[in-house]
């Protein structure tokens, strides 16, 4: 199986900047996206920025020019710097990965168990 492993939430100041990262491991033949998702309290989840594999990245209208997503693929590990948080950036992010096991296989999702991000004023 393939498991994903997140790291670098924390509580910050408004203006301030986070980079949280996620690393796959496991059964892996081909990542085909890697993507950050948040969920605020009280809300639903909602689409951050994803990279698909030698495409380009991808953003939510709200975080554009502040939140950069980027791809290590030699250590299956996205990272996601985001900087000149805002209070309404606050909620836990979960990363995902749309992943083939093998060769021809059908593609498969997984999550991360979620990194909070709080961000005070």
């Known amino acids: 199986q393939v498991q994903l492993v997140e790291s670098g939430g924390g509580l910050v100041q408004a203006g301030g900047s986070l980079r949280p990262s996620c690393a796959a491991s496991?059964?892996?033949?081909?990542?085909?996206?890697m993507d950050w998702y948040r969920q605020a309290p009280g809300k639903q989840r909602e689409s951050v920025a994803f990279a698909p594999n030698g495409g380009s990245p991808n953003y939510a209208d709200s975080v554009k020019g502040r939140f950069t997503i980027s791809r290590d693929n030699a250590k299956n590990t996205v990272y996601l710097q985001m900087n000149s948080l805002i209070p309404d950036d606050t909620a836990v992010y979960y990363c995902t990965v749309l992943i083939q096991v093998a060769r021809g296989s059908s593609p498969q999702r997984y999550w991360g168990q979620g990194t909070q991000v709080t961000v005070s004023l």
């Open positions: 496991g059964r892996i033949f081909n990542i085909i996206t």
